[in-house]
């Protein structure tokens, strides 16, 4: 969880993300406004993954792109990962 320090309390903000709500205490969640976000498709993720790619310098096959789509389960942090490129916006960030 992270929170906005440094402003007034009533003012004050925190931030949670999670694939679990339901794990999540209704104390906590009557508090909240919730987001959900729809898992990207496997053809959306292959499209992004060869983007990312070709704007690295690499290039890939459609279906290298297909596969790791599939392999990330809907999951863009996971593509990126299964693909094993940095973007250059992470470059200098560990």
Do not use: H, N
């Amino acid at each position: 969880m992270k929170c906005r320090g440094g402003m007034p309390y009533a003012t004050r903000g925190c931030t949670d993300a999670t694939t679990e709500r339901d794990k999540v205490p209704e104390t906590i969640q009557s508090r909240c406004e919730m987001y959900t976000f729809k898992q990207p498709t496997r053809e959306i993720l292959a499209s992004i993954v060869t983007d990312i790619a070709k704007k690295e310098g690499y290039s890939l096959e459609r279906s290298a792109a297909e596969l790791v789509a599939l392999l990330a389960e809907g999951s863009f942090r996971d593509a990126l990962g299964i693909l094993g490129i940095r973007p250059r916006a992470w470059k200098g960030t560990e």
